[in-house]
């Protein structure tokens, strides 16, 4: 096939120049569009282009606004406008064409009308506002392929905002007969997931029964849901795992129509997306991998064919095989496979298999050994693009031994490049493996002076960050520290003496910052000879103003030493008028500080690298400032945000780039901090040691994990044994040549680097030895080398196990201790029927229970106590809690009364509290001589929890001391003089308030009781108390104009949407009412389809609410000053909306 | 993912774009002729894949048109370059024998072909009857 359409194509130029041709048959020649493809194909030049669609453009501009053009004639205006605009000429003018023809065309005029919007609209465009109409009419069209055009479009592109709109009319077609419209819906459905995930939460199971699908098509099209959302979150996919693996195990096992096949293979395409689940489901998952290990054996075994579309798949099988949890014998076949590839003569594979490879060895290092001659082969290849994909490799492989050989490869690399972003990406690398890995300093040095000079003001700033603070923060070792510096001085000495003007920006500011900081260092070394070093570089043309002040930073920093106090004046002078600020502010500092040596000792100590900086972030020493301005009449500050809001709500002018351009000046002066040392030398004397920079190291060094690191923060920590094994070397002499210095790091290093032999073979396995080295320790090649630490995936493995483990154990210490079967019995025995739903009371409340409860509070109390229990339950059924959530509203709650045992401890609640909402008294834990039970109070103006302690021994407790803590809440003591002592079968009662500190769903309480008993040691129990933030929320009134300026005010918000309520009532005022009544919420209003709703968390943290009915669903705006409320109390509507 | 599709001719003329990342229209020419110059320069006997700053390109010649698709540097290589030729064989089965001028001719028929077949930059459909069924139905409906 591919052969005949190859031939065929061939032949194309000789057609070209011939008038009639077959393609061109069923348009006239002497068509406009014909006129205007004979125009371009004849074009000779850009010019001609030009005038020849100008023409053009002017012609099509002239004929749309006609109004005698039929849509015919419209239909090919618009192909004509596609064609200028993809040759880069904007056709506007006929945007607003394209979507009256989508609109009003019939069959293939509308499709062109759909595609013309789709080529000439980006989504965020307002006209595609106009094109909602249309497709919501062409979606109820009778006619299928006017539905299908209406969805092709909408999954292509459609407004966010629109989307409830006809979601409905999407979801239905679902469930059509045709599987073309089916696939085209679930595909409409992944667009709307994609740009609003929120929209579509609630059609989770729809896409189930798509992944079900009787028709392939359908399924596959669902899949692209599943990755997607499995992407975000594989916990909650896991269940599929099996669906998707006996889906492959068809595929593979060729049970699709043949029509599915491409060159014979069953629906590649197909397979690969599964094998893409398949691996981000079993990552990390023993029990999830198992189920796959057969279908992966299998699509290995089936790919076995010679065509590059199983090449193609395998390629995916073998990155899933090394993604999931291992398993040996599926490891070594898929080692193989990438053997096949690499080896492949097909310059496509072997890339392909470069890349596998590259994946693969961040798993298993040892098998970039198996393939070692193959990728130095690969480094001399002459394609770049292999080059460049094997040094990507040889980068994942890099170790303490071998990063000599592969730096310098890379070097190499980078000096032939030409492309920028190549060049930023493996500069990046080499700075990165050279702190790593460096094997000495003279190494280190001479590396990051390549990568300064070739990475130039390319590179990513924080690589020369990083390298300061290396430098900076110093060693174990005091005489460590100090030769790297010296190198450094020294390097850099002679790289000021040689031709300053070809080095780049950036590198001339780590000049002459370490120059500054550290060239007092070589006491043989003249600070007058640095300064005219120095003052050379002001003098050059291309010197930029940030390097002058650097530069000039340096100096001042130099005059300590005394002795060039004249040549400082002489640059102050001439700097001191420049027109750059900073550069002025900087000689003005250099002269200054040159005059007076106390300030400049305070100002600039020496050698105070390794002194932490103090940083007053919170800024208080303005804190006066800042009173007496207020005091003055000043407005008090409002961050950004509510500004710009506050702005814009006012509808005052749009004052947007005045809005934008804080966060910008603001972000880029933090940058300034960094780079230019302005601020570093006024509020420090250590200029590379300032906060903002660590922050920057160790962002780069995240990746590192599992990783030796032999350069951090500790400094440079190299096998130091290795180092001293090898061949001594001496201090280097302050002036060696580049030359000398790659000797001795061969020497230093103890990396055997290829010396040229006759035999290029040999050579290759020099190379080899020396890239390869310390990868294994069976190796033929390297004996000496030590393997990598155990591949990382498996060291993560062990620690999750370890937390699970702990987190279990936290678990058991909270929970309530289970009543034995002999308790159980007893209960039932003697409380009889009225016990038997109530399981988990532990034995020692049972006992007070008998030895009190029926006796002292018989009668009175046990009807008071029904009664509250009852109206608690009749009105607010979210508000009895458990411990463990929400329990289910009883639907009898008047006849089936509370346990015995809530009544009990009940009477003993204070007056004031027995009267208002309570939860249901939980059973928190016991022991044979106390137990302790909870229950909280809702109080209109705060939340308080009741804590009772019963004593079930014979003996008295004493000391009892109750401790209360917690991450969310903060929790206070209510009663005055908390009970110390609990005498023989008495309860006593702990109130404490709870006000909420910061937001969540679920809230909790962790406590800890101690107590001593008559005889025997202190005793300590501890508890934990869970509750849900809806207890903390309160109605909140207000009149609708409060609500309005208090809308405006707050910046955090979420949106979602609501399924409404539809039982009789209008949905509206049902939703609303249900979630005021579940959620304590107040209804400040409802206008139409539109409501407005306040409530307060505890306390006066404010939350508004504004709804809108969309369609069937109900989209909800929440408004808080508070963070993370809105979220929260969208999950407790959610919740109540759900359980009703 | 994918991020564009590009039929080029040899002569660097741009025949048919289609984007599925925003790119504004004042720099599709730049980067159209720069993805080109890029891919022309390349010997037969080089990778079909190459490096274009943050992404790459697969590349794919039918005798003076070049197809050309700039993808992620997640995405399989080689199940594009297949798509390519999926692609080229669908155009031939609608066309039978597809030439560049029926391409031209054809412009709006050839992008609702790929509409079919990409969608998001994710490749939708690669049925060879199912990708043309859409379009066999509207050419049936328009000539009766």
């Known amino acids: 096939m591919s052969d005949v359409v190859e031939k065929t194509l061939t032949a194309l130029p000789s057609l070209l120049s011939l008038d009639s041709q077959p393609g061109s048959a069923k348009l006239s020649s002497t068509s406009k569009l014909g006129n205007l493809i004979r125009g371009i194909t004849e074009l000779t030049s850009k010019h001609e282009e030009e005038k020849l669609i100008q023409r053009e453009l002017a012609s099509i501009k002239e004929q749309v606004s006609s109004p005698n053009t039929s849509m015919r004639q419209m239909k090919e205006l618009m192909v004509r406008a596609i064609y200028c605009e993809s040759l880069g000429y904007e056709a506007s003018f006929s945007y607003i064409h394209a979507i009256k023809l989508a609109q009003q065309g019939t069959v293939l005029e509308k499709r062109v009308g759909y595609l013309a919007v789709s080529l000439f609209l980006n989504e965020s465009h307002e006209l595609l506002l106009l094109l909602v109409n249309t497709v919501l009419k062409d979606l109820q069209s009778t006619n299928l392929i006017e539905v299908c055009m209406a969805l092709t479009v909408v999954s292509q592109m459609f407004p966010k905002d629109m989307i409830p709109a006809i979601l409905p009319l999407v979801e239905e077609k679902l469930n059509h007969p045709k599987e073309i419209i089916r696939r085209k819906a679930v595909l409409a459905l992944y667009k709307f997931y994609l740009i609003a995930p929120n929209q579509v939460q609630h059609i989770h199971n729809k896409f189930r029964k798509a992944l079900c699908d009787k028709d392939p098509g359908v399924m596959t099209a669902s899949l692209h849901i599943y990755l997607q959302m499995i992407q975000e979150n594989p916990e909650g996919y896991k269940d599929l795992t099996a669906s998707f693996v006996t889906i492959l195990k068809q595929v593979v096992g060729g049970k699709l129509p043949m029509d599915f096949n491409y060159h014979s293979v069953p629906a590649p395409w197909l397979q690969i997306q599964l094998l893409r689940i398949l691996s981000l489901l079993g990552k990390n998952d023993q029990s999830t991998s198992e189920i796959m290990y057969e279908v992966l054996d299998e699509s290995l075994r089936r790919a076995e064919m010679n065509h590059n579309i199983t090449y193609a798949i395998l390629y995916e099988c073998v990155k899933c095989i090394y993604t999931i949890h291992p398993k040996s014998d599926l490891l070594e076949k898929a080692a193989k496979c990438i053997g096949n590839f690499v080896l492949s003569p097909k310059i496509n594979l072997k890339y392909l298999g470069l890349k596998a490879l590259t994946y693969v060895v961040q798993q298993d290092p040892k098998l970039a050994l198996q393939h070692q001659m193959t990728i130095i082969e690969c480094l001399d290849h002459p394609d770049l693009i292999i080059k460049r994909e094997t040094l990507e490799l040889l980068f994942r492989i890099t170790n303490a031994q071998n990063v000599t050989v592969i730096v310098e490869k890379m070097l190499e690399f980078l000096h032939s490049n030409t492309d920028d972003y190549t060049t930023i990406d493996l500069v990046g690398k080499v700075a990165e493996l050279a702190e790593k890995y460096a094997p000495g300093n003279e190494w280190f040095i001479e590396t990051m002076n390549t990568v300064f000079s070739v990475g130039g003001d390319m590179m990513q700033p924080d690589i020369p960050n990083s390298f300061l603070k290396l430098l900076s923060e110093g060693f174990d070792t005091v005489e460590e520290d100090r030769k790297l510096r010296l190198f450094a001085v020294d390097s850099y000495v002679s790289l000021l003496q040689g031709e300053p003007g070809k080095l780049p920006q950036r590198f001339l500011q780590v000049i002459s910052w370490v120059l500054g900081e550290y060239s007092h260092l070589r006491e043989e070394l003249e600070p007058a000879t640095v300064m005219r070093l120095l003052a050379k570089l002001l003098d050059m043309k291309q010197t930029s103003s940030e390097t002058k002040s650097w530069v000039l930073l340096a100096m001042t920093k130099l005059v300590r030493a005394g002795q060039v106090f004249q040549s400082a004046q002489e640059v102050s002078e001439t700097y001191g008028s420049s027109m750059d600020t900073v550069l002025r502010q900087r000689a003005q500092e250099l002269q200054h500080l040159s005059q007076d040596c106390e300030l400049r000792a305070r100002v600039l100590p020496q050698d105070a690298g390794l002194e932490p900086l103090e940083v007053d972030s919170s800024l208080s020493f303005l804190d006066g400032f800042v009173s007496e301005a207020l005091a003055a009449g000043a407005a008090p500050y409002k961050p950004p945000h509510q500004r710009q809001e506050e702005l814009a709500q006012a509808k005052a002018l749009s004052l947007e780039p005045y809005g934008l351009s804080l966060p910008i000046s603001m972000s880029s002066c933090s940058i300034a901090d960094r780079q230019s040392p302005t601020l570093l030398s006024m509020s420090s004397g250590l200029s590379g040691d300032s906060t903002d920079l660590s922050h920057k190291g160790s962002s780069t060094t995240l990746k590192l994990d599992g990783v030796k690191r032999v350069w951090g923060r500790e400094g440079y920590l190299a096998q130091r044994e290795a180092v001293e094994e090898a061949a001594q070397v001496e201090v280097p002499s302050p002036l060696r040549s580049p030359s000398q210095q790659a000797e001795a790091d061969s020497s230093h290093s103890q990396t055997p680097t290829p010396t040229p032999t006759p035999e290029p073979d040999q050579e290759k396995q020099q190379l080899a030895s020396s890239l390869f080295f310390g990868l294994s320790s069976q190796s033929s090649v390297c004996l000496m080398g030590k393997s990598e630490p155990t591949p990382q995936r498996f060291r993560r493995k062990a620690k999750g196990q370890a937390s699970s483990s702990g987190a279990a154990e936290q678990i058991s210490n909270s929970l309530v201790s289970a009543p034995s079967a002999v308790d159980n019995f007893l209960c039932n025995n003697l409380l009889d029927s009225n016990i038997t739903s109530q399981v988990g009371i532990s034995s020692s409340e049972q006992t007070s229970e008998l030895s009190q409860g029926p006796a002292t509070t018989n009668g009175t109390c046990d009807t008071e106590a029904e009664s509250t229990d009852g109206d608690i339950k009749g009105s607010n059924p979210s508000l009895i809690i458990g411990d463990n959530g929400l329990v289910a509203a009883d639907p009898t709650p008047h006849k089936d009364p509370g346990s015995p045992k809530d009544f009990c401890l009940s009477s003993h609640l204070p007056a004031e509290l027995s009267e208002l909402c309570r939860s249901e008294i939980t059973p928190l834990c016991s022991n044979q001589s106390l137990g302790l039970s909870a229950c909280h109070v809702h109080k209109e103006d705060s939340l308080v929890l009741v804590v009772f302690i019963t004593n079930s021994s014979d003996a008295a407790i004493r000391q009892i001391l109750l401790d209360l803590d917690s991450e969310q809440l903060q929790v206070s003591c209510v009663s005055d003089s908390p009970v110390e002592d609990v005498t023989s079968h008495s309860v006593a009662m702990h109130q404490f308030s709870l006000t909420v500190k910061r937001p969540s769903v679920h809230v909790e309480v962790v406590g800890m009781v101690s107590y001593q008993l008559p005889v025997g040691t202190p005793q300590e129990v501890q508890f934990s108390y869970k509750l849900p933030l809806t207890s903390f929320i309160r109605p909140l009134t207000v009149s609708t104009e409060e609500y309005g300026t208090m809308w405006l005010s707050f910046s955090h918000d979420t949106k979602q949407n609501l399924t409404l309520i539809s039982d009789g009532e209008e949905p509206l005022t049902a939703t609303l009412n249900v979630l005021k009544e579940k959620l304590q919420l107040h209804i400040v209003e409802i206008i139409g389809m539109e409501g407005i709703i306040a409530c307060q968390l505890l306390r006066d943290q404010p939350c508004l609410m504004h709804c809108r009915v969309h369609a069937d669903v109900l989209a909800v705006w929440l408004r808080s000053p508070v963070p993370d409320l809105p979220d929260c109390l969208i999950y407790h509507c959610q919740r109540a909306l759900q359980e009703h | ?144």
């Open chain 2, 1 to 144: 993912m994918i991020k564009f599709v590009l039929m080029v001719n040899r002569q660097g003329q741009t025949r048919l774009s289609r984007y599925y990342q925003p790119v504004e229209l004042s720099r599709r020419a730049a980067l159209e002729a720069d993805v080109v110059r890029c891919c022309l320069t390349r010997k037969k006997d080089q990778c079909s894949f190459v490096e274009y700053k943050d992404f790459k390109l697969v590349y794919r010649q039918y005798a003076a048109l070049y197809i050309v698709v700039g993808v992620t540097d997640t995405e399989n290589e080689l199940s594009i370059y297949e798509l390519v030729h999926n692609f080229v064989e669908v155009l031939d089965k609608y066309f039978s024998r597809v030439s560049e001028l029926d391409i031209m001719f054809n412009l709006d028929r050839v992008h609702i072909i790929l509409d079919e077949m990409i969608q998001n930059g994710h490749i939708v459909e690669t049925n060879k009857s199912r990708i043309l069924a859409p379009l066999t139905a509207l050419d049936k409906m328009a000539d009766g």
